[in-house]
């Protein structure tokens, strides 16, 4: 029996500790392997929550993630799309998810999920460069994610989160300590992280260590002031 994880529009079933569940906006369509499962007249998306930064927080307690029906979000590194497609069916038919990613070769695959999905844009750019996209972005989205394991991560995510995030709008930030910096200890990273959110324009709501899912990662969820 799946279970609705605190109004998140995500569901769990409590004996298996790799997946969650989300109801599946292309019903009898898959794009990664999952398994499609159906149970009171719904069908659900399983999700490998190893494979996705998003998923691994919501396993771990996350309090919330501020993406929910009808929102806009702007999702940065989105890669081959795999966690975008679950943010796909959490904004629903009536939200929208703009893809970035900056490697033709992935954003290829990208344009494969889009082409299914109606409320999914890829789009080939650096999100170091807001300036590049900024035209293609409709209006102020509610949500930015971002996934892009850069040394200057922090900084790629608040530059976007000035451009782009509404007031009051959530911003979800997963951090690869290795690829800030492999010779200091990711706690100490983390630690770096938490001071410069908390001296900008955001207001850190809630923070996730993502082990045993995902080694060296952690989640920040902040909210625009």
């Given at each position: 029996m799946l279970e609705e994880i605190n109004k998140f529009n995500v569901f769990d079933e409590k004996k298996n500790r790799r997946l969650l569940y989300t109801k599946n906006l292309t019903p009898g369509k898959k794009f990664f392997g999952e398994e499609l499962v159906r149970e009171r007249g719904e069908e659900y998306r399983s999700w490998d929550v190893s494979r996705s930064k998003l998923g691994s927080a919501i396993k771990k307690g996350v309090s919330q993630i501020g993406i929910k029906d009808k929102d806009i979000v702007l999702y940065l590194g989105a890669a081959h799309g795999f966690t975008s497609s679950y943010v796909s069916d959490l904004?629903?038919?009536?939200?929208?998810?703009?893809?970035v990613d900056n490697t033709p070769r992935v954003v290829r695959d990208l344009v494969f999920v889009c082409e299914e999905?109606?409320?999914?844009?890829?789009?080939?750019?650096?999100a170091n460069h807001p300036e590049e996209y900024k035209d293609l972005i409709t209006k102020q989205v509610d949500v930015v994610f971002q996934d892009i394991a850069q040394r200057n991560q922090v900084g790629i995510f608040l530059k976007?989160?000035?451009?782009?995030?509404k007031k009051g709008g959530f911003g979800l930030l997963a951090v690869k300590a290795r690829s800030v910096d492999v010779a200091q200890k990711p706690h100490e990273i983390f630690k770096e992280v938490r001071r410069q959110l908390e001296q900008s324009s955001m207001v850190l709501v809630d923070y996730r260590d993502l082990e045993p899912f995902e080694r060296d990662h952690a989640m920040f969820v902040c909210k625009k002031k």
């Open positions: 904004v629903g038919s009536e939200g929208f998810v703009f893809c999905r109606m409320n999914m844009a890829p789009i080939l750019a650096d976007n989160c000035d451009a782009f995030l």
